[in-house]
């Protein structure tokens, strides 16, 4: 609801003492003279502040939001305090309405309980109020001649505040407020009061402020929101007098949704020890989207802190954060996820004027959780703009305007692995943009259709890592092929272009040159060069078969490379073999992927030969089981694993059996051969008296051996 009107109403018994003493000094600074003096507030003047209370906080957090109207009566006259006027909604305005009221004026109470007319005052605010809350705001006004428009839903809220005695009273209000709201209606539609609008719903809410322990008591009690009509409910509070500022203050927050933050640990100088200084609390009144929205950053606030005094009160609902003092003054760069105004509960307390001076003098104040770790964890941040104090709102997380987190404990590898600029790129080509609207009545052109074509084409053969991608990686040497394919349309100046890389890349290759892969982690390092134009042919194959159907020209370049790859020697030996296919129906491992993992099974298998196993495998010692590959396992292993791993059907040269043989070849040509391989056929037997049925200890000669023996 975002009108309220408060009526604040004296009749007889607002005379009467509230019952909350004060003691002032009398004697105006001069030792020994004067005295004290105990004075008591009446039912009237806590009334009063109260209101003024309520208003202020509303004022404070709502400027342009809600408004609030205020009016005063007594037995005499019904006079407003302020209007729907913009430049009426502030503080002096109220405090200056109060000030030309005055004391209200009312008869002696000789019959305080059924006095000559004690409820008229009431029922004329209330007809007042009524009158109030039909006329429109500068906001309603400024919708209802908006041509076009609905008009919008006129709601609001009356505060009836006044000094009842018995539930009959009360009652009688509620009848009267069922009776006006109907009858201001049937007004309004009847002569079309442009400056009025019909009420479509109106909460009475009645606080009735009694004195404890009054005789006779007071039989009014609180009473739940009811339903008078379809367009008037009913809420009825009875506050002691002496605690109706601090019931203000809770309706307040029931009324604009509104929490409270104590900020706690304050540093403060004590005027009186000097040097000394002591911690104190201080009370802030916000939204509730203040707490909330940190509770959406996964980050959980302290328990609430309720003082005793306020335990049975179900509006209060405070969080307690600490003041953190900051080790740099530069706190102009925290960064935050909303602003909310706020206001002090208790604005004429010394800890709450230090606290508001020192935030408006420019000086921003961290808070923080309470600590259930080692760690300080900054949820807020309160600080000034244009002389009102905003609560910041600051992830205690990441925030959003930080770099993105470090991806080095991805299964990647570090972070110079992933392709971030290449998936930044991705990203921006596959953009969404409004299309005119008779593009869209087309179906074959419809956007959407294409869209998603487009990004599945895309992402069909896109690498994460670096290391997982040749293509990617020699982009430079590549350039213009990666980008040219991915595009709908290619002329046959770029498709020149893209043949002239594969040519490049295939006299590279014959001419036996190195490719420049950097050796960054991964299998890329100690691959050998046949491996590698292996790879790329492969994964070139795989990217230029995704953009084939784009156009002909994109079918003529994949068929210039499946001609120029049949060709090359690396890629011969691929297709010759083809995979074993298995009994079950799970696809078959392609040649290069299968005769990759040979390889590293091959070098892992040599690492862990000893040393004479190693030398009789370089040696190509084919009664060595170490030299060859075991093709065929026991019977017995068969039986068990029905799945065939797939292998090659003829014997594949490893990348270890080559370069040891190409190791042979330079060996044997750069010295003279050795006489036992001349004699016995390349290759000399050695050990010879193992075969035999002699014994070694026979062979041995010497005294030393035979005694060790």
């Avoid at 009107?5 to 004067?34: R, W, Y």
């Avoid at 200056?96 to 004391?103: A, E, I, L, P």
């Avoid at 203040?290 to 609902?317: F, M, Y």
């Avoid at 026991?634 to 791993?645: F, G, I, N, T, W």
Wanted: glycine share 6%.
């Amino acid at each position: 609801m975002e009108k309220t009107v408060i009526v604040i109403a004296a009749n007889s018994l607002s005379i009467q003492p509230c019952g909350e003493h004060m003691t002032f000094d009398l004697s105006l600074g001069k030792k020994g003279s004067g005295g004290t003096k105990a004075f008591s507030k009446s039912l009237w003047t806590c009334c009063v502040g109260a209101v003024i209370e309520y208003c202020r906080i509303a004022f404070d957090l709502f400027p342009d939001q809600h408004q609030v109207c205020v009016a005063a009566v007594d037995e005499v006259k019904c006079q407003p305090i302020n209007s729907w006027r913009d430049e009426d909604q502030e503080m002096g305005k109220v405090l200056s309405g109060f000030q030309k009221f005055g004391y209200p004026h009312f008869h002696p109470p000789q019959n305080p309980a059924h006095g000559p007319g004690h409820l008229s005052p009431c029922l004329q605010g209330l007809q007042y109020a009524v009158r109030c809350l039909a006329q429109l705001t500068a906001t309603q006004y400024a919708v209802t001649t908006c041509p076009g428009r609905k008009p919008p839903a006129n709601q609001g809220r009356i505060l009836f505040v006044s000094t009842l005695k018995t539930s009959t009273d009360v009652k009688e209000l509620e009848k009267g407020i069922v009776s006006m709201v109907r009858s201001e209606n049937a007004d309004i539609k009847q002569k079309q009061d442009p400056a009025r609008l019909a009420i479509n719903h109106c909460q009475l809410v009645v606080v009735n402020t009694h004195i404890p322990g009054q005789h006779p008591p007071c039989d009014i009690k609180d009473s739940p929101l009811t339903q008078l009509s379809s367009q008037v409910s009913s809420v009825v509070y009875s506050f002691p007098a002496k605690m109706l500022l601090d019931k203000f203050i809770s309706l307040n927050k029931l009324h604009f949704n509104l929490k409270s933050t104590i900020v706690t640990g304050i540093p403060m100088k004590e005027e009186q020890s000097g040097g000394s200084s002591a911690n104190y609390d201080v009370e802030l009144i916000h939204l509730a989207e203040a707490h909330r929205d940190v509770l959406r950053a996964n980050c959980t606030l302290g328990p609430p802190s309720i003082s005793k005094k306020d335990a049975k009160d179900p509006h209060k609902d405070t969080v307690t954060l600490k003041w953190s003092t900051p080790k740099s003054a530069s706190l102009d760069l925290q960064y935050c996820t909303s602003a909310f105004r706020v206001s002090p509960s208790n604005v004429m307390s010394r800890p709450t004027i230090c606290l508001i001076n020192f935030v408006l003098s420019g000086k921003p104040v961290l808070l923080e959780q309470p600590r259930k770790g080692p760690n300080k964890i900054i949820s807020h941040v309160l600080t000034s703009h244009t002389g009102a104090i905003f609560l910041h709102c600051v992830p205690p997380s990441r925030s959003y305007l930080d770099e993105p987190p470090s991806i080095s404990e991805g299964f990647g590898g570090r972070v110079t692995d992933y392709r971030i600029s290449d998936f930044s790129l991705l990203v921006q080509e596959n953009q969404l943009a409004p299309i005119p609207p008779d593009r869209t009545k087309i179906p074959s052109v419809f956007p959407i259709g294409r869209a998603l074509a487009k990004l599945e084409k895309d992402t069909r053969h896109w690498p994460i890592v670096y290391n997982d991608t040749i293509v990617y990686t020699l982009s430079q040497e590549l350039e213009p092929l990666p980008q040219v394919v991915k595009r709908d349309i290619m002329s046959d100046a770029e498709l020149e272009e893209c043949k002239k890389v594969i040519r490049s890349l295939q006299s590279k290759e014959m001419a036996n040159e190195q490719l420049p892969i950097p050796s960054s982690g991964g299998r890329n390092k100690g691959v050998r060069r046949e491996e590698q134009y292996r790879s790329l042919w492969s994964e070139m194959e795989n990217l230029l078969k995704v953009y084939s159907s784009n156009s002909e020209r994109h079918r003529h370049l994949f068929e210039f490379l499946l001609g120029v790859t049949a060709q090359l020697p690396s890629m011969q030996t691929a297709r010759k073999t083809p995979p074993i296919k298995s009994e079950s129906n799970t696809p078959a491992t392609t040649p290069t992927a299968a005769k990759t993992e040979l390889a590293w099974q091959e070098m892992d298998r040599y690492q862990r030969m000893t040393e004479r196993e190693k030398s009789d495998f370089n040696l190509g010692d084919k009664n060595n089981e170490h030299g060859t590959w075991k093709e065929n396992s026991a019977p017995s292993q068969q039986k068990q694993q029905p799945k065939l791993v797939p292998m090659p059907a003829k014997p594949v040269a490893s990348v270890l059996s080559i370069w040891s043989a190409r190791q042979r070849n330079k060996a044997s040509s750069s010295h003279m051969e050795f006489a036992g391989r001349m004699s016995y056929g390349n290759r000399a037997e050695l050990y010879t008296t193992l075969k035999s049925n002699t014994r070694w200890d026979d062979v041995m000669v010497g005294t030393k051996w035979n005694g060790r023996h």
